[in-house]
């Protein structure tokens, strides 16, 4: 018989430089991670060229949060398709890009008040960076040319983004060409002793923060946190105090805070964005939660995981310092092709347009608890060392020794076997190295949240087993 899938892999593997790929890993009659080529998908199922099918439990890199092809965002492209393609955005304006920065501050946590779109989240944070750079040197500061940041952190792969980040693999390689960033330990509870709350422990590792602060605010521009979860260094998370310490840092000490919502916002945490979860300043009983950042980043779910786009909120205060006479020489001169494309726009206010039609924030609440619920069996399986979960989003941590916390070490590669056993059950689960994770669209069901916790526990109990 004439397998469809095979050609598709050939042929992708004989020309394509696949991401984030060890390329041989794909090579050979059983690569360790074979290559599916994708045909087509609909909800929270992908297909492959011979039609098998593929319960996509990590929303394809956490970008798809209403399920594949929702017919309301097919709807809305095919219509802005019917009227404008791309327009560059310097010098011209669309409605997509003027509704949808209208929309998204309506969302936001208050006092930001200006977008400025880029199209993937890297530069998001690009512009996040040196806009706050930009805005003290504007401003005078000019001795301001550092950043803080936490370990264990992700924010992107662009040279700026990638060298805020913690030291990993993906960041060691490229150290003589990065930025050098004060790098503070991070908060992220799965350290914590036993029978210390997150919230203790959080607060304790705030005094890091705090020092850092202390020691470098003169020659600080900005400070920058992924809010409540570092997704990428294992979906670790940590007490949404947090933020408010930090939002009250930087105000004493005069350093921005640059949230990095791309894989947290729109919906993932149970509220719309992470810094929605921060705790009031404790000496005001009539404070809403929340913090408001000087800088906030979006991408991935914005426009439901269909076009590339990201945007930037900042402050009129921010704003403000670049608007100047022309010979002055203070505007923003940053800018990316596709910024703002309008077909991209539109996708993303169809999925805002979701968020109220389906109740989203409400129903994945629900969700969240269902998938708690379901997972009760994982919590008890042997080198399982932790179960966490924050809205939706489950991780679970698989180590050597559950007691001392001591991981497997990298190249067993036990998250792989579990990647493995999962994808010939039909469930696409892509581990963050000891750490298997759910991150699945909102349209998931209760049946599909069954499947996924059967395979997984079934995956782990394979994968641990020598
Ligand atoms: C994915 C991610 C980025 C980078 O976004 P890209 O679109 O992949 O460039 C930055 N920060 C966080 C927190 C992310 O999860």
Request: with cysteine.
């Amino acid at each position: 018989m004439f397998m469809k899938n095979q050609e598709w892999t050939q042929r992708s593997l004989a020309h394509v430089w696949h991401p984030c790929t060890q390329m041989q890993d794909h090579a050979g009659s059983a690569p360790p991670l074979p290559l599916i080529p994708i045909a087509r998908a609909e909800g929270v199922w992908l297909e492959d060229f011979d039609g098998k099918r593929y319960l996509d439990a990590v929303s394809s890199w956490w970008t798809n949060i209403f399920g594949h092809r929702h017919p309301a965002i097919v709807a809305a492209l095919k219509d802005q398709l019917d009227e404008l393609d791309h327009v560059m955005l310097a010098g011209f304006t669309h409605a997509p890009a003027v509704e949808l920065a209208e929309r998204l501050l309506r969302l936001a946590p208050p006092g930001l008040s200006r977008c400025f779109y880029a199209d993937n989240g890297s530069s998001a944070v690009e512009v996040a960076l040196k806009m706050s750079f930009h805005y003290w040197r504007n401003t005078g500061a000019t001795g301001k040319t550092r950043f803080i940041a936490l370990d264990n952190s992700y924010h992107g792969e662009t040279l700026g983004a990638l060298a805020m980040g913690g030291p990993s693999m993906y960041r060691d390689t490229y150290a003589p060409l990065l930025l050098q960033p004060i790098h503070v330990p991070s908060p992220d509870c799965y350290p914590r002793g036993t029978g210390e709350s997150w919230e203790d422990y959080t607060r304790r590792q705030f005094w890091h923060m705090e020092r850092a602060l202390e020691a470098h605010a003169h020659e600080v521009c900005a400070v920058i946190v992924e809010p409540l979860i570092q997704c990428a260094g294992g979906m670790r998370m940590y007490h949404p105090l947090y933020l408010r310490l930090l939002r009250d840092a930087c105000d004493r000490h005069g350093v921005h805070l640059i949230a990095d919502e791309i894989a947290v916002g729109f919906g993932r945490t149970g509220r719309m964005f992470g810094c929605d979860w921060a705790p009031p300043p404790a000496r005001d009983d009539d404070a809403q939660p929340g913090i408001t950042p000087d800088f906030m980043c979006l991408s991935k779910g914005i426009t439901g995981g269909t076009m590339a786009l990201a945007v930037t909120l900042t402050r009129e205060s921010i704003y403000d310092a670049f608007y100047a006479e022309y010979r002055e020489g203070k505007a923003f001169l940053h800018s990316h092709s596709y910024t703002g494309n309008p077909l991209a726009c539109r996708a993303a206010l169809a999925t805002l347009d979701l968020f109220e039609e389906t109740r989203a924030l409400a129903t994945n609440r629900a969700l969240s608890q269902l998938i708690w619920a379901q997972t009760a069996e994982l919590r008890n399986l042997p080198h399982v060392a932790e179960v966490r979960q924050q809205g939706m989003v489950l991780a679970i941590e698989l180590a050597k020794n559950i007691r001392t916390k001591e991981a497997y070490p990298a190249e067993q590669r036990r998250g792989l076997r579990v990647y493995q056993y999962a994808l010939e059950q039909g469930v696409l689960l892509r581990p963050l190295g000891n750490v298997i994770y759910f991150m699945p669209p909102y349209v998931i069901e209760p049946r599909e949240i069954e499947t996924l916790c059967r395979v997984a526990a079934e995956g782990i109990r394979r994968a641990v087993r020598d």
